[in-house]
């Protein structure tokens, strides 16, 4: 009896999800046991899903907790823990996956619809950067390092191996806030200015570092930062820049002939 019972709430509510895709009428409760119904069978997953938010504190802290601290919970099977210990990083990938067709980054928003997936569902500080030849073609999307909570340290020596590994001229670094900020802190101010010098100094160039935190993004190129860092500081250079970041397209190396400068 008490099996027909659960059957019966189950098709009850994969019923309601079919008619409601969005699951906009769900609660963050009935959203889990709707998701644990399909992974832990022959069991009533209720009692799991309200026990899982109380001891993680909401929906999204359950996808963040281990694989260990999930099966701590009573009534979690271990298969459970670890698919949903892997929910994340898989729809991460996933994410990744939709633009990884993607050939050029020529503009501020390919760059960020290229990396923004990279930093979904993280609790901690992490390091990506795009490699990309005179052409702004993609050559490499490269992990540079992970860190703490409110921290990471750049791994020039590993940028600057992509660099001649893949001959590019252009550098497209990334990190994460994972508290909310993307306001540069100084040591990101710091830590850019060293990493454009280094580039510079094996014929390549840092094109942007942009912050994310949610939705969220801040560009060092659109907000004018990067030129502090530049050699050229002509005006017609600066002119150049402000065009471009209007735009949204990245500067080309090239620099004008003479010629073209005069027409300008």
């Given amino acids: 009896m008490e099996k027909q019972l659960h059957e019966g709430h189950r098709a009850r509510l994969r019923q309601s999800a079919k008619q409601d895709e969005e699951l906009t009428s769900f609660s963050e409760f009935q959203v889990l046991e709707y998701f644990l119904s399909f992974i832990i069978p022959r069991k009533d997953t209720n009692p799991i899903a ?16 281990t694989e260990e601290e999930l099966y701590s919970i009573n009534g979690m099977t271990q298969n459970a823990a670890c698919f949903i210990a892997d929910f994340l990083p898989i729809s991460r990938k996933i994410q990744c996956s939709c633009f990884a067709s993607q050939k050029y980054v020529s503009r501020l928003s390919d760059a960020v619809n290229v990396l923004r997936p990279y930093f979904y569902g993280r609790n901690s500080e992490f390091i990506y950067c795009l490699a990309l030849d005179l052409n702004d073609r993609l050559l490499q999307i490269c992990k540079i390092s992970d860190g703490e909570a409110d921290s990471v340290v750049i791994n020039n020596n590993k940028i600057l191996a992509l660099v001649t590994r893949t001959k590019a001229k252009k550098i497209i670094l990334a990190h994460n806030h994972p508290a909310g900020n993307i306001k540069p802190s ?79």
């Fill in 186 to 264: 100084d040591s990101d101010l710091q830590s850019t200015r060293m990493l454009n010098v280094l580039l510079a100094g094996v014929n390549a160039r840092l094109s942007d570092h942009i912050i994310f935190s949610g939705d969220e993004y801040f560009s060092f190129y659109e907000s004018d930062l990067l030129a502090c860092f530049s050699d050229d500081n002509s005006h017609y250079a600066n002119e150049q820049r402000r065009k471009k970041r209007s735009e949204g397209i990245y500067m080309e190396d090239e620099k004008p002939s003479e010629e073209t400068l005069g027409e300008e």
């Fill in 50 to 65: 309200h026990a899982l938010i109380e001891a993680f504190g909401s929906l999204y802290g359950v996808f963040q907790a």
